[in-house]
């Protein structure tokens, strides 16, 4: 979806963003979810909040993917951004 609004011109935004990663993470598209905030993200220059991390968060331990979770917690940690749980 994301890229077919890139393709019509509209400008995609972190709550276009947080609301694709949301609906790969309710598929369980671990690797989608990955994809987007480290890649695609970047890409456009958009940086990822709270909402982003803590939604990416729980797709990791949704699949049971606990090393993922933890990098992904020191990842935002360490851009300043605090996890809502410890």
Known sequence: ILQRM????????????????????????LDKVLKLLHEDMNADQIFP?????????????ENGNWEMASNLRNEMISKGISPDAQ
Request: net charge neutral.
């Open 6 to 29: 890139k393709e019509k011109g509209i400008s995609l935004n972190l709550d276009s963003y947080n609301r694709a990663i949301s609906s790969c993470a309710k598929d369980g598209n």
């Open 49 to 61: 909040d709270a909402q982003t991390y803590n939604l990416a968060l729980s797709s990791c331990v």
